[in-house]
C-alpha cells in the first residue's frame, strides 16, 4: 500500500503530515492529495504543523484551498521540500511561515493549462481565463518573495526549475535543510528552462490516465470563481 499523504505524526515540535503525490479535487488512483482529506488531517488536532513536500502538482484549484487551509491556519506552518514542489505544489509551499528546501529538491513554476473545445468564441474565453488563473498564481508567489510581478510572469512563461540556492536567493524559500553552504562554495545560478521534461513526465503518465475527465469551459469558469 502506497504512503498515503495523511500520514502524520506528533512531537513535542507539533505534527508533521507528508504531502506525497498528484494534487486534485477528487481521488481517482488512491494515493492523490485533495482539498477534503488534507482539511480533515490538518484540523484534527491544533498546535503547529509541518508539511513536507514532494509532489509534481496538479489541479489549480485544488492547490488553491490548500494554500488558503494553511494561510488561514491558526498555528505555525513550516514547509520542508524533500523532493520536488513543481507547477500547483509550488503554490502551495508558499503557504508556509518558514519553507525549507533539501539541497537535492528542486522547485518549478509555469503558466497553467487546461483542456477547451469549441469555437473562437470558447478559445478566447479559454485564453482569458488561464490569463486570470496566472494572476491568482502570481499572488502567492509574490507575497512570498517579493518579487516583481513581471519578473514571476517571465519565469512561469518560460517553465522555471529552482534548486535550493537559487529558490533561496530569490525568496521561494527561506533555508536550506539538514546544513548551511559553505561560503567557499562558488555561487550557481541553479535555474533551468525545460519544457520536454514536463511533456516526457506527462506522456509517461498517459496509460494510467483512464479516469482523467476533459473540464470544459463552463466548468473552468465556475471553479474561477473560487480564487476570487
Known amino acids: 500500500m502506497k504512503r498515503k499523504f495523511w500520514n502524520w505524526v506528533s512531537s513535542d515540535d507539533g505534527r508533521t503530515l507528508y504531502l506525497d503525490g498528484a494534487i486534485a479535487d477528487e481521488t481517482w488512483f488512491g494515493d492523490e492529495v485533495t482539498p477534503k482529506q488534507f482539511k480533515a488531517e490538518l484540523l484534527r488536532e491544533e498546535g503547529d504543523v509541518t508539511i513536507w513536500i514532494n509532489s509534481p ?9 490548500i494554500y488558503n487551509m494553511l494561510m488561514d491556519y491558526k498555528g505555525k506552518v513550516t514547509v520542508k521540500i524533500d523532493g520536488i514542489a513543481a507547477s500547483a505544489a509550488s503554490v502551495i509551499a508558499m503557504a508556509g511561515t518558514d519553507v525549507y528546501i533539501s539541497p537535492t529538491g528542486l522547485m518549478m513554476i509555469h503558466n497553467p493549462m487546461t483542456i477547451a473545445f469549441g469555437d473562437t468564441g470558447e478559445m478566447e ?15 502567492a508567489y509574490e507575497i512570498k518573495t517579493g518579487l516583481s510581478r513581471t519578473k514571476l510572469s517571465h519565469f512561469m512563461d518560460s517553465e522555471t526549475w529552482f534548486n535550493a540556492k537559487k529558490a533561496v536567493e ?50 473552468f469558469e465556475k471553479r474561477l470563481d473560487l480564487l476570487k
Open 57 to 65: 502538482g496538479g489541479d489549480v484549484f485544488a492547490a488553491s484551498q
Open 125 to 139: 474565453k479559454a485564453i482569458s481565463m488561464l490569463s486570470e488563473v496566472k494572476e491568482s498564481i502570481i499572488n
Open 170 to 219: 530569490l525568496g521561494f524559500a527561506d533555508g536550506i535543510l539538514f546544513s548551511e553552504l559553505r561560503e567557499d562554495v562558488p555561487n550557481s545560478e541553479g535555474v533551468s528552462f525545460s519544457n520536454i521534461a514536463v511533456i516526457n513526465s506527462l506522456i509517461e503518465k498517459l496509460p494510467k490516465a483512464e479516469k482523467v475527465k476533459a473540464l470544459d469551459i463552463t466548468q
